[in-house]
Each structure stands twice: as C-alpha cells, then as structure tokens.
T-cell receptor
Framework: AQSVTQLGSHVSVSEGALVLLRCNYSSSVPPYLFWYVQYPNQGLQLLLKYTSAATLVKGINGFEAEFKKSETSFHLTKPSAHMSDAAEYFCAVRRGGSSGSARQLTFGSGTQLTVLP | DGGITQSPKYLFRKEGQNVTLSCEQNLNHDAMYWYRQDPGQGLRLIYYSQIVNDFQKGDIAEGYSVSREKKESFPLTVTSAQKNPTAFYLC?????????????FGEGSRLTVL
C-alpha cells in the first residue's frame, strides 16, 4: 500500500518569501506523485506531477517539486510567494499494482498556505 | 467551456432522507470519481467508474450509491444509511492513462444534514 504524509497542516510565509510545502511518501514500487491546489469552496487543480521522467518537475504558477528517492520526498517549492498563492495544497500518490483500485490516488491531509502581506 | 458541473452547490437535508448529488462532464472522459472531503482529512474515494455501466467501490462506499448510465453523468446518492453525511463532496474525471492521468474536479457540493 502507498501513502503520503504532509508535514505541517498550516504554513505561513511573507509575500515574496520562499514557499516550501513538504510531502513524504511510502511506496513499495516506483510511485507516481502529484500536487494539487484547492482554493476556498472549489475543486482541486493539478499543479504538477512526477511520472518517472525528470526528477525536477515544473508546474503552473511558478511552482516546482523535486522527486528524491533516497529521502522518499516530493516537496513543493516556489521562490517567491504571491498573495494569490494562498490556498490548500494536497500531495497525492498513485497506488501500486495493476488492479483498478490499486491505480487510484491516495491524497495527503493537505497543507493550508497563508501568505502575509 | 469544457468542464465538470456539480449541483447543487449547497444542500440541506434532514436526517433519514436520501439525497442525490449531480455530476455532469463534457470532457469526453471515460473515468469518473466521487470523493468526500472533511477538514484535516484530505480526500477519500467513495466510488469510481472506468466506463459506462460499470462502477467500483472506493474506500468509504458504505451508505452511498452511484449509477453510470451515460458517459457524461455520474450521480451520487447519499442514503440514510450513511452515518455522518455532512461533508464536502467532489466529483472528478480523468484524462490520460490510469497511472499518470490528471484529475479534473468540479467545484463541489456541500451537504449539511440537520
């Protein structure tokens, strides 16, 4: 079984500061990893995904994430926070195996990002 | 514009009543999903459908039912057997391969049971 752990349910940064949201996964097979963002009372939107190609993945809105197998991590970063980045961020891993249920996404519990002026 | 439409956005019901949440997509995606979101718990999979006339239980299917009679539609019924139905419900469809594909989400339906 695969799972993800997001460290820190709430993160606050100042506008212009570095954003770092942490995600660690557990997997017995090479994982597929995703970051989604959710704005208040809306659905989720894909930011970026790792599918075993380049380990540094660039996404939308200036976000990127680096897959580190040795650390079983897939942390999300952005060099300079903007007020519009305030949202909840979810890390997700695709479960292993070949069955239909095995290929479903497992989501972390989310990290709420606050950007201070 | 292509996308997923969920309705209603807000729904209030009394205990013991069944309610049906609508999910319609015009993205021509085969796979569709229902998730439940509770504060601090992320998203949990209720049901999913890979193709018309077929659907599978997810992790928390008890007290819920679905149908998939048309490619575009995947309604979710929250039955009176669901012990704690108050939650935010999200419908999604998937593009691309099963392992690497992206999920597209609707804006959600917030159900409150009084």
């Amino acid at each position: 079984a695969q799972s993800v752990t997001q460290l820190g349910s709430h993160v606050s940064v100042s506008e212009g500061a570095l954003v770092l949201l942490r995600c660690n996964y557990s997997s017995s097979v090479p994982p597929y990893l995703f970051w989604y963002v959710q704005y208040p009372n809306q659905g989720l939107q894909l930011l970026l995904k790792y599918t075993s190609a380049a380990t540094l993945v660039k996404g939308i809105n200036g976000f990127e994430a680096e897959f580190k197998k040795s650390e079983t991590s897939f942390h999300l970063t952005k060099p300079s926070a903007h007020m519009s980045d305030a949202a909840e961020y979810f890390c997700a891993v695709r479960r292993g195996g070949s069955s239909g249920s095995a290929r479903q996404l497992t989501f972390g519990s989310g990290t709420q990002l606050t950007v201070l002026p | 514009d292509g996308g997923i439409t969920q309705s209603p956005k807000y729904l209030f019901r009394k205990e013991g009543q069944n309610v049906t949440l609508s999910c319609e997509q015009n993205l021509n995606h085969d796979a569709m999903y229902w998730y439940r979101q509770d504060p601090g718990q992320g998203l949990r999979l209720i049901y999913y459908s890979q193709i018309v006339n077929d659907f599978q239980k997810g992790d928390i299917a008890e007290g819920y039912s679905v149908s998939r009679e048309k490619k575009e539609s995947f309604p979710l019924t929250v039955t009176s057997a669901q012990k704690n139905p108050t939650a935010f419900y999200l419908c999604a469809s998937r593009t691309g391969a099963a392992n690497t594909g992206e999920l597209f989400f609707g804006e959600g339906s917030r159900l409150t049971v009084l």
